[in-house]
């Protein structure tokens, strides 16, 4: 019984194989997560690339999905096929059947041509076959075991090799076509004939290698099967409809798209048609982009998107259309879809919204645009400059701009497009898009400065606030492809009217924390001065995108920042201690004050002592634990210097000054963030002190937890050394001192072991002596052990001279030579002679004794061969 509408060739697919032990798996998202995976899910063996690479274990040997798939980026990108052809969607479901290690060619053609033919319902007669031109298995499977007729089986070589992406998982395939007979185009075979005619509908791919970044191919940990057909492909073959847009699974999607537009489907124009499947195509990806988190934006998925809906909004637009209507479309994607997509039903409103919004925005910049496009397509050629102009201050994708020319056989210059890209990206890091600012670099910044003031700063009240975003400049200069790479978060510096962002200055660290609007979020990972009060917070976005004129909602990290306003006024104590214990002389040479720790650099010619360090930290915590109040109030410089306030010689002062007073202990000018009441700094804690350059010292402290972590951290590793010491945390130095002592005494034996050792051996070399002298290869041991067993045989009776040379480890050459003081002999001489002879060199001066090394150990005995040489004995007899 032929199956021949969407639900029931869903329910048969699945049951068929759910009846041949497959695990029957729910679509994934269209965001995979895997590190190979591309953009968006591409097919249905997305979800399981970690079962095929065996990274993980498959909870099951073989599944069965129904998998959602947008193909409009990468390796598999389907937009410039679609409307043109009878077959190609940029949204589809994939049916597909995997196995993993399991079963493997046979059992995977035996299956599709059982289900095709004996429970779809496809006239096995008019299925052809193409197999990789490598793969003799695959053909004799279909031939034999199946009983395809040979005429009817094909080799391709590129075609029968599917790849997820330029690098992943990958196989020879074999793919399962229908001949629609010659009313579609020439006849033989899919290798020969149209397209049209043999449409290629199941793909059953053999996964058995990897394509590394290399481009070059291993196997995988085991043989796998993936296959995966188009369910609105077979559709249209089952349905005997011409193209995948009159199936069951779409037409009622274009049904609303003519009622929306008022324009009839199939009706004699083919531009309406194509229009009409565009848009209904376009409809779905849409509702499943956004249904799955995916909003517009100029970055990575979001631009995908972006894309889609302003495509899908151009043809409207083309045909006459003067409403919004996607918002209203993607409801009847919704309705017809959501029952086995039931996320289209949660994210109905959502859906319509997002879509709504941004057709809104985007019929705004065509209505200004297309007034210059269309002046130069009257022109018969579209310019570089132009089409720049159109995507710089218009908005018009470039992808929009040559659509339009092409559709109107109107050449573009995109050369010229693309040089004038590279020239603003070289001009400018400054942003496209809705960037009021037209400036690069300080200029943008004095720019923002004089048209909307300085920052207000609300950050000593308090951590959170809204605020307006009056510019936005971007921070990174990527090109459009590293744009769309949905892996790299933008990074861009928002500025904002009011803003509780401390910016980096007078050695505190900028803050960090989140600027959340109307349609998106971004992370603040720094705030910076571009000016003097001008902020700059540094962002990367999360969500969405940020833009120039919404309202904005600005949270500092209050745990951050409470950790910096401790490590602040600490800071201002312990100068204050400083001067006390060690000087007035003592001043700041430059601080570091962040939520991790504190840094204070002062003049000072000697290193503190220990006693010093303890009274500092001892004065400083006094005050903490009086817990008075800290103020922070603004006045005249004047009045700052009668009152004695610290200040930094470094910096530049106004007339009016802002003054910090730590309890009554320090005044100092300061526009830092401080805590109120000293108690809240928590113990502070000298953790380093040491020098920075002459007459300069730097002393590095911690306060809050950071104390109590350090001195668990130290207790810990005190714990640790007392374990290993078998005793207590407070005996460890009488313990560290036993064993030292242990230590010389072993030195001591060992000495007097090595000496005895070496006596004994000299006693058996002076029987190898030869007229008083004794050359020999000695390998294995240390030059200073060499020296000593050179030194003890010439101790022995009647010893000249003594030259011993070897490796000590198969690496280097070591050389010792004594010689008796009436020898006549240098012993610096003949250690030379041996070192010349392996590449290295020595003191020729040493009287009687001399250690030397050389680099060649192959050269070993030729070195002691120039030795004996040169003392006259003749050829070693050995
Ligand atoms: N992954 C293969 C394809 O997408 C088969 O599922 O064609």
Same mark, same amino acid.
């Given at each position: 019984m032929p199956t021949t509408d969407a639900n029931s060739l869903r329910r048969a697919f699945t049951q068929f194989f759910v009846d041949r032990g497959h695990a029957a798996?729910?679509?994934?998202? #269209?965001?995979?997560?895997?590190?190979?995976?591309?953009?968006?899910?591409?097919?249905?063996?997305?979800?399981?690339?970690?079962?095929?690479?065996?990274?993980?274990?498959?909870?099951?040997?073989?599944?069965?999905?129904?998998?959602?798939?947008?193909?409009?980026?990468?390796?598999?990108?389907?937009?410039?096929?679609?409307?043109?052809?009878?077959?190609?969607?940029?949204?589809?479901?994939?049916?597909?059947?995997?196995?993993?290690?399991?079963?493997?060619?046979?059992?995977?053609?035996?299956?599709?041509?059982?289900?095709?033919?004996?429970?779809?319902?496809?006239?096995?007669?008019? #299925?052809?076959?193409?197999?990789?031109?490598?793969?003799?298995?695959?053909?004799?499977?279909?031939?034999?075991?199946?009983? !395809?007729?040979?005429?009817?089986?094909?080799?391709?070589?590129?075609?029968?090799?599917?790849?997820?992406?330029?690098?992943?998982?990958?196989?020879?395939?074999?793919?399962?076509?229908?001949?629609?007979?010659?009313?579609?185009?020439?006849?033989?075979?899919?290798?020969?004939?149209?397209?049209?005619?043999?449409?290629?509908?199941?793909?059953?791919?053999?996964?058995?290698?990897?394509?590394?970044?290399?481009?070059?191919?291993?196997?995988?940990?085991?043989?796998?099967?993936?296959?995966?057909?188009?369910?609105?492909?077979?559709?249209?073959?089952?349905?005997?409809?011409?193209?995948?847009?009159?199936?069951?699974?779409?037409?009622?999607?274009?049904?609303?798209?003519?009622?929306?537009?008022?324009?009839?489907?199939?009706?004699?124009?083919?531009?309406?048609?194509?229009?009409?499947? !565009?848009?209904?195509?376009?409809?779905?990806?849409?509702s499943f982009l956004v249904a799955d988190t995916v909003t517009p934006s100029n970055e990575g998925r979001g631009y995908v998107l972006r894309g889609v809906i302003r495509r899908a909004v151009r043809r409207a637009y083309q045909l006459g259309v003067e409403r919004q209507i996607l918002g209203e479309l993607v409801r009847s994607v919704v309705e017809h879809m959501g029952q086995a997509y039931p996320e289209l039903r949660q994210k109905a409103d959502v859906i319509a919204d997002v879509v709504d919004r941004e057709e809104g925005r985007f019929r705004q910049t065509l209505r200004a645009g297309s007034i210059l496009l269309d002046e130069e397509l009257d022109k018969g050629r579209v310019s570089g400059e132009v089409a720049f102009k159109l995507h710089d201050t218009y908005g018009f994708p470039i992808e929009i701009t040559a659509e339009i020319a092409e559709e109107r056989e109107v050449p573009l210059d995109r050369a010229g497009f693309d040089a004038a890209m590279d020239r603003q990206r070289e001009r400018s890091r400054v942003g496209a898009g809705k960037a009021v600012i037209t400036t690069t670099g300080i200029d943008a910044y004095r720019q923002i400065l004089h048209e909307y003031g300085p920052s207000d700063f609300l950050g000593y009240q308090t951590v959170e606030s809204d605020g307006q975003i009056v510019a936005v400049v971007r921070a990174d200069d990527l090109s459009e492809e590293e744009r769309s790479d949905p892996r790299r978060v933008p990074r861009l510096e928002v500025f904002l009217d009011r803003t509780p962002f401390y910016a980096e200055g007078g050695g505190q660290v900028g803050d960090i924390g989140t600027i959340t609007t109307p349609s998106g979020v971004a992370r603040v990972i720094d705030t910076t001065p571009a000016l003097p009060g001008l902020h700059r917070h540094v962002v990367e976005v999360l969500e969405g995108d940020i833009q120039s004129g919404q309202e904005a909602h600005a949270v500092v990290d209050a745990l951050t920042r409470d950790a910096t306003r401790r490590n602040h006024t600490g800071t201002h104590l312990l100068q204050a201690a400083l001067r006390e214990i060690v000087g007035p002389h003592v001043h700041q040479q430059g601080s570091y004050v962040g939520p991790d720790r504190l840094r204070f650099d002062l003049n000072h010619h000697e290193p503190l002592t220990p006693e010093q360090l303890e009274q500092i930290e001892n004065l400083v915590n006094e005050e903490v634990l009086t817990n008075q109040g800290v103020r922070a109030y603004e006045t005249t410089m004047d009045h700052a210097r009668e009152l004695g306030a610290m200040m930094f010689f470094g910096d530049k002062y106004g007339d009016i000054v802002r003054v910090v007073e730590a309890g009554n202990y320090s005044v100092e000018l300061c526009g830092g963030t401080h805590v109120h009441a000293l108690g809240t700094i928590g113990p502070l804690k000298i953790t380093s002190e040491g020098s920075i350059g002459s007459n300069l010292r730097r002393i590095e402290a911690v306060t809050g937890t950071a104390s109590l972590l350090s001195v668990q951290q130290d207790e810990r590793s005190l714990e640790r050394a007392a374990a290993m010491l078998r005793t207590k945390p407070d005996e460890v130095v009488e313990g560290i001192e036993r064993l030292l002592q242990r230590q010389r005494e072993?030195?001591?034996?060992?000495?007097?072991?090595?000496?005895?050792?070496?006596?004994?051996?000299?006693?058996?070399? !002076?029987?190898?002596?030869?007229?008083?002298?004794?050359?020999?290869?000695?390998?294995?041991?240390?030059?200073?052990?060499?020296?000593?067993?050179?030194?003890?045989?010439?101790?022995?009776?009647?010893?000249?001279?003594?030259?011993?040379?070897?490796?000590?480890?198969?690496?280097?050459?070591?050389?010792?030579?004594?010689?008796?003081?009436?020898?006549?002999?240098?012993?610096?001489?003949?250690?030379?002679?041996?070192?010349?002879?392996?590449?290295?060199?020595?003191?020729?001066?040493?009287?009687?004794?001399?250690?030397?090394?050389?680099?060649?150990?192959?050269?070993?005995?030729?070195?002691?061969?120039?030795?004996?040489?040169?003392l006259g004995l003749g050829p070693q007899g050995r």
């Open positions: 798996v729910a679509s994934s998202p #269209l965001i995979p997560t895997h590190p190979t995976a591309p953009m968006f899910t591409n097919a249905g063996m997305n979800q399981f690339v970690p079962y095929f690479l065996g990274e993980e274990a498959p909870p099951y040997p073989r599944a069965t999905s129904i998998q959602k798939c947008v193909r409009l980026s990468g390796k598999h990108n389907d937009i410039d096929e679609l409307g043109k052809t009878r077959r190609h969607l940029t949204f589809f479901e994939m049916l597909g059947n995997f196995s993993f290690g399991d079963y493997f060619k046979e059992d995977a053609i035996r299956f599709a041509w059982q289900l095709l033919t004996e429970v779809v319902g496809f006239d096995g007669d008019r #299925l052809w076959i193409t197999v990789h031109t490598t793969d003799d298995d695959a053909e004799a499977i279909w031939h034999d075991t199946v009983g !395809v007729p040979l005429e009817r089986i094909q080799r391709l070589d590129k075609d029968n090799f599917w790849e997820m992406g330029e690098t992943g998982p990958c196989g020879p395939c074999s793919e399962i076509h229908l001949d629609n007979g010659p009313e579609w185009g020439d006849g033989g075979g899919p290798a020969h004939g149209g397209g049209d005619r043999y449409i290629e509908f199941w793909n059953l791919v053999f996964m058995q290698n990897f394509r590394h970044p290399d481009a070059s191919l291993t196997d995988l940990p085991t043989k796998n099967v993936d296959t995966g057909g188009g369910l609105e492909r077979w559709l249209m073959l089952l349905e005997g409809v011409p193209t995948v847009f009159d199936t069951d699974a779409i037409r009622p999607i274009i049904a609303a798209a003519e009622e929306l537009t008022g324009h009839a489907y199939r009706a004699g124009d083919d531009k309406v048609d194509t229009a009409l499947r !565009v848009i209904g195509d376009h409809a779905r990806s849409m072993l030195q001591d034996e060992l000495k007097a072991l090595r000496s005895q050792a070496a006596a004994g051996e000299a006693r058996r070399l !002076v029987a190898e002596a030869e007229g008083g002298l004794v050359v020999l290869r000695r390998d294995g041991r240390s030059g200073d052990e060499l020296g000593d067993l050179a030194k003890a045989v010439r101790g022995e009776p009647g010893i000249r001279g003594v030259v011993l040379v070897g490796s000590p480890d198969g690496e280097r050459v070591a050389i010792a030579v004594a010689v008796a003081k009436d020898s006549g002999l240098v012993a610096g001489q003949l250690a030379l002679e041996a070192a010349r002879a392996c590449g290295g060199g020595a003191n020729p001066k040493a009287p009687e004794f001399a250690v030397a090394g050389g680099k060649d150990v192959t050269k070993i005995d030729d070195a002691i061969a120039a030795v004996r040489q040169a």
